[in-house]
């Protein structure tokens, strides 16, 4: 018996899902990270111009403090979230690995604004830190949208057969 032969937990009972719908912060959760994930990409670019030409520093650091806020904001929001639909604040069992991550995009945005703040860091340094909270960011981005295909999938209710497999 393997993993593939064990009955896998649905995402959401029941009861989740209704609450799920019902919060007013997953329509949050569901404006703040497309606007998240925009600000991220131009400041991503931002960021690799400076680090490719030397120019526009303080744009690029005043690029990835903007969204590190955005962060913040969709990490708040998102724990609210999550108590609401699961009772607790973090750590779900549903969303358990999306949060461990998470902690490292918030570890390390945060560091950029810590080693910013106290000039730890020199320009190309802080640019690079930035571009590995980024990269962690892109994971996590990529987990959660996995989870969001998922609870579609799970929402849609037993798998319909193909036009093609229904004729067979």
Known sequence: MGPGDRPSRPLYTAAERQRRDAS??????????????????ASLVLVLRALATGQGQLAAEAS????????????????IWEKAVFGRWLFAPAFYWEDVVSMLVLALHTAYLAALATGALGGQALL??????????????????LKLRAARLEGAGPRQPHFAEALS
């Open 24 to 41: 007013p912060w997953t329509l949050v959760q569901g404006v703040l990270a497309p606007v998240q994930f925009l600000i991220f990409l």
């Open 128 to 145: 690079i830190l930035a571009l590995a909270a980024y990269a962690t960011y892109v994971v996590n981005a990529g987990q959660f949208l």
């Open 64 to 79: 990835v403090v903007v969204k590190t806020l955005a962060l913040y904001a969709i990490m708040i929001t998102g724990s």
